[in-house]
């Protein structure tokens, strides 16, 4: 078979090329892959493969302190992710529609919470937390609210970026047209703003909810002595072994994070669909 | 057209509109009278699309007054206007289809469903895009999107429908296929259209009346063939289609007849009179196509034309074919160019003359006119 030269640009077909992201590719996901293997593996260790067996899922399950930690985490999420995505979604249009004195600082700043080191965030919000007295030792799920308020701050100015790249490629003479055909202000942002949007707001949701779902280190300051959040409660089972356990529940959160991206991207893929025209 | 009296529909009075340190629209005055085609023509930045934005309400006059059916639009906003517009770009919403698009302004008058439907339905007949109304935008082409744009409009029955630069984003051909839909819808539907333009044949082949703006200024406000053949001033007339311009003096000025003396052209017979400051600077405009060419020798002169007056010579530095006609630009013996248009009226008449032929140009005494400013 007469193979066709590699012309200059085509270096999916070189061979060092395809090496090297086979290279990265296997570097990034054996890791992952061998946890989820062994979250099968019929044995209290993680080293020797003993046999296939469903019974560290079904005690994953049966764990209530491991289950209440997921179902705080779940609902730190949620709460989480409908604060984070109003915040947002208003600072990306603030920031898109107005002139104001104070803008460029205002950008400089909303973007803060996403390059200062999270150990400083989590430390400040423990400062803080304690210096204006927030109450302790509320029912579920106020308990859970220094956690949802820290995870906000960190998580609104991903879904403020989304939203507003997504912003960039709107048309104002949509809005004006509405408006011309007798819209008001909150009509035309209902009927053409909002679904023009609405793309980046969901994929500004789940990135909220992934953000917030796996923090580990701003949880750890924020949250009271009794609340145990599942990356947490994870890293305690961990300091006494790695049991199978901790390989099916985090297997479960994986398969959770691939569906929500899954999703994202899709999304995502038909806003830029959806905005190539004018 | 058998509407005896026109009222004025729009009235614009004294209107003034800053941007910071530059003025878009200077104290402009005009009416548009009900049911005419108006079009405001001008060169890019000369305040036409700020003008219109006014009459929308997406912009409000500094100063001055607009009244739309004889109210007051100052403080009436864009969504309570009885106006419409259709934007340059069409601005459809993405999300909606055509017949969601068409009926949005309909559905926010809380109009009762049937009649949505029905009214939907007309509107898309009248732009001929009926049985597309289940369509998306992105499987439309450009000029479905803009018979789109038009629709979601008429389907208001508005007193007066805004048309921001409509046929820029077509292509040459469907271009001129809806300037004449465009006119023909307006004479169907009878409602006033206002549209902005910076294309001049757009303007001169649609409107019943144009107003050229320049400078944020009004410069001429008449029909297109009087805005062609009577410009006002050198801007008008060489923004409207092709002039040779020369500077001069009125030597004679009778009530029938006048002679302007230029020194680049020669002495200049107009066969009528003209009001204008004896010995004062005027220029004298002369349209390509009215400039006769002949080859040296065989012009006779024309019986109306005094000896001497009317002709000059020069020699053909270029020419262009265009198929229907050829344009020729010559050199005068003193150096200026004169541009001429000629008729292919015969399939042979382009070989008639040649880069390098000297020729004498003729016109006749109605072909001049004589500009003040």
């Known amino acids: 078979m007469a193979r066709r030269a590699i012309a200059p640009l085509e270096y999916t077909r070189r061979l060092w090329m395809r090496l090297w992201v086979a290279a990265v590719l296997a570097f990034l996901y054996i890791p992952l892959i061998a946890l989820i293997i062994f979250s099968f593996n019929d044995s209290k260790r993680n080293i020797e493969w003993k046999g296939f067996t469903l019974k560290y899922y ?6 209530s302190s491991l289950m209440e930690a997921l179902f705080n985490s779940l609902t730190i999420a949620f709460f989480a992710t409908v604060l984070s995505v109003i915040l947002g979604a208003l600072t990306a249009i603030l920031l898109w529609r107005f002139r104001f004195t104070g803008k460029a600082g205002l950008e400089g700043t909303m973007t803060m919470p996403i390059v200062v080191p999270e150990i400083c965030m989590g430390v400040a919000m423990l400062i803080f937390f304690n210096g204006i007295g927030w109450p302790q030792n509320l029912p579920w799920p106020f308990s859970l609210s220094q956690i949802i308020i820290a995870h906000s701050t960190f998580c609104f100015p991903f879904v403020a970026m989304v939203v507003r790249a997504r912003l960039a490629s709107f ?25 023009h949007i609405k793309p980046g707001l969901i994929a500004g949701a789940l990135l909220a909810f992934t953000l917030s779902l796996d923090d580990f280190v701003i949880t750890f300051f924020t949250s009271g002595p009794e609340t145990v959040t599942f990356p947490i409660k994870v890293y305690a089972m961990v300091r006494f072994s790695v ?29 830029a669909l959806g905005a190539s025209p004018k | 057209m058998n509407q005896p009296e026109r009222q004025p529909i729009i009235q614009i009075q004294n209107v003034t509109k800053r941007f910071g340190p530059l003025t878009a629209v200077d104290k ?9 085609f108006f079009v405001l023509l001008g060169p890019s930045g000369c305040g036409k699309t700020t003008l219109l934005r006014m009459l929308a309400g997406f912009e409000l006059p500094d100063e001055g007054r607009i009244l739309i059916d004889g109210v007051d639009m100052a403080k009436v906003p864009p969504n309570k206007r009885p106006v419409n517009m259709v934007f340059q770009s069409y601005a459809i919403f993405p999300h909606m289809t055509v017949a969601d698009n068409v009926a949005y ?21 009248l732009v001929s895009l009926g049985g597309l109304d289940g369509r998306m935008p992105d499987q439309l082409s450009g000029g ?43 004479d169907e539907v009878g409602i006033t259209f206002v549209t902005v333009t910076h294309d001049q044949d757009e303007a001169l082949s649609m409107a019943c009346r144009i107003g050229v703006m320049n400078k944020g200024e009004v410069a001429q406000l008449a029909t297109p063939s009087d805005l062609y053949e009577f410009p006002a001033s050198r801007f008008v007339a060489d923004f409207i ?5 020369f500077e001069g003096q009125l030597i004679v000025d009778e009530p029938d007849r006048a002679v302007a003396n230029c020194p680049e052209l020669g002495r200049i017979y107009i066969n009528h009179g003209v009001t204008g400051p004896h010995d004062a600077l005027i220029w004298v405009a002369i349209r390509p196509e009215k400039v006769g060419m002949a080859k040296p020798g065989t012009y006779r002169g024309r019986p109306d034309v005094p000896e001497g007056h009317n002709i000059s010579e020069g020699r053909i530095k270029s020419m262009s074919y265009l198929g229907d006609i050829t344009l020729y630009a010559v050199i005068l013996d003193n150096g200026r160019m004169m541009h001429v248009s000629r008729p292919n009226i015969s399939r042979t008449d382009q070989e008639d003359f040649t880069w390098d032929d000297r020729v004498t140009l003729h016109w006749h005494g109605s072909s001049p006119v004589v500009l003040l400013a």
Not at chain 1, 171 to 195: C, H, M, S, W, Y
Not at chain 1, 262 to 268: E, R
Not at chain 2, 164 to 177: F, V
Request: net charge negative.
């Open chain 2, 105 to 125: 302004g309909l559905t926010l008058q809380k109009v009762n469903k049937g009649e949505i439907a029905d009214r939907v339905n007309e509107a898309l007949n």
């Open chain 1, 243 to 271: 049991t199978p356990e901790v390989n099916a529940v985090s297997t479960l959160l994986i398969i959770l994070t691939i569906i929500l991206t899954a999703i994202a991207m899709k999304l995502q893929n038909a806003a």
């Open chain 2, 241 to 245: 289609g092709t002039v040779n311009l």
């Open chain 2, 144 to 186: 479905q999107r803009q018979r789109v744009a038009l629709a979601r409009s008429l389907v208001m029955r508005p007193k007066v429908l805004l048309l921001d630069e409509p046929l820029s984003a077509l292509d040459a051909k469907l271009r001129l296929q809806m300037q004449m839909e465009l006119s023909d819808l307006q």
């Open chain 1, 171 to 195: 048309n104002r003479q949509q809005e004006e047209a509405a408006k011309d055909l007798g819209a008001t202000e909150i009509q035309a942002f209902r009927d053409v703003l909002l679904p």
């Open chain 1, 58 to 63: 079904e005690k994953a399950f049966e764990n």
């Open chain 2, 28 to 36: 402009v005055s005009l009416d548009i009278l009900s049911g005419e």
